[in-house]
């Protein structure tokens, strides 16, 4: 093993050996396959993790296979499709704003289980207002877009949401470990519970560093532990509800790179360019003050402020992904063919200390030598 990979997991296990993580995974892939899969603490080969935001990478990539194939359009209303999600002034929302989180209903509210009932799923819709003209700002929408985009992939479809993404992503991937829906008993007991660790940083800690504290949001802990029973785990949330093992995560970014696994292609490369193309231009994170740099459902690494979007120092401006709450990485770099996953059970209150954890090892996985 050289030092480039050493380094790599010394920095993944720390946290794990200085008994803050209870558990981490961490995998790399290139050329189509795994390269590395190490475990820390309780973590073993087929423990499952749930990768919370990492999951709207799955279900963007679920609606390509649509985009591809004419059966949704970016500049359509969502209405259109949707007729019940058009009250309260939404009828100006189009799919593309959904997955560039410039929609306008950041913050709209719904219960996991609520999608199981169609008629309270539709009312939530309905429901549902406008905190700001759509596509005039950017703001992450950290779930209520993306059940949107899993009612248009039923609709469109036919099939329900969980169905298509095992029918059509993972099942034809070979991805057995990566799961949108999590059925079964022995499924469930691979999955490792979620647990917040750490102290909060106050007010003053973050004013000290110069920093602001962050928005409160729906993320917040009574949510994350929600994903500790299995009805909720079972619904297969679109925004945040997918659990994984790193090297199928990892792996699914090889397919995304490629076009598919094993031979077996699913998108078209002009699918998988359009989807790479930032779609956000000028628009800004407003926490950050950085720019947004989003594509169809995914984030591009893009400037020298990479690192606020969650990728590694030395990522190349082209990697692309998406990374979910409790510090879980996921992404691929173009220019070096390597894809990473880095999954934990364990969400640091301290989201500074966490934040840093994902650049330190983004940073060192991308120029490690696998």
């Known amino acids: ?36 899969l190490k475990n820390f603490g309780a973590a073993r080969a087929d423990s499952l993790f749930c990768i919370f935001s990492a999951t709207k990478g799955i279900t963007s990539a679920a609606a390509w296979l649509l985009f591809q194939e004419g059966l949704l359009q970016e500049e359509t209303p969502v209405a259109e499709l949707i ?24 913050h709209a509210p719904f219960r996991p289980t609520d999608w199981l009932d169609r008629e309270r799923r539709l009312g939530r819709f309905a429901q549902w207002r406008l905190s700001w003209a759509p596509g005039s700002r950017y703001e992450y929408h950290p779930t209520a877009s993306m059940w949107v985009i899993a009612e248009l ?10 169905d298509f993404v095992r029918q059509h992503v993972t099942s034809p991937l070979g991805l057995s470990n990566l799961i949108v829906g999590l059925h079964g008993e022995e499924d469930n007991a691979r999955a490792l519970d979620c647990e917040f660790v750490g102290e909060a940083l106050t007010a003053a800690d973050y004013e ?13 802990e009574e949510t994350i532990l929600r994903f500790n029973d299995a009805d909720v785990r079972a619904v297969g949330v679109p925004g945040g509800g997918g659990f994984a093992n790193a090297a199928d995560l990892a792996m699914f970014y090889q397919a995304l790179l490629h076009g598919g696994l094993w031979g077996n292609r699913l998108w078209h490369d002009d699918a998988l360019a359009s989807a790479r193309r930032v779609r956000t231009g000028s628009l800004k994170d407003p926490y950050f003050g950085q720019l947004a740099n989003r594509g169809l459902g995914i984030i591009i690494a893009g400037d020298n402020k990479r690192s606020f979007r969650g990728f590694g120092k030395t ?7 998406h990374n979910g709450a409790g510090g879980q990485l996921a992404w691929v770099d173009p220019a070096t063919g390597v894809s990473l996953a880095y999954l934990t059970n364990g969400h640091d209150r301290n989201e500074v200390r966490q934040a840093r954890r994902g650049v330190a090892i983004g940073s060192l996985a991308a120029v490690a030598e696998v």
Do not use: W
């Open 153 to 162: 992939i039923e609709r469109v479809s036919g099939e329900t949401y969980t």
């Open 83 to 106: 007729p019940e999600f058009a009250a309260n002034g939404k009828d100006q929302v189009t799919v593309g704003q959904l997955f560039t989180h410039t929609a306008g209903f950041p």
């Open 1 to 36: 093993m050289n030092d480039s990979v050493e380094r790599l997991l010394a920095r993944a296990r720390r946290e794990v050996d200085e008994g803050l993580l209870s558990a981490a995974q961490i995998a790399l892939a290139k050329d189509g396959e795994v390269k590395l």
């Open 315 to 321: 990522n190349s401006p082209e990697t692309f992904g």
């Open 208 to 220: 000290a560093m110069g920093m602001a504290a962050p928005p409160e949001t729906e993320v917040n």
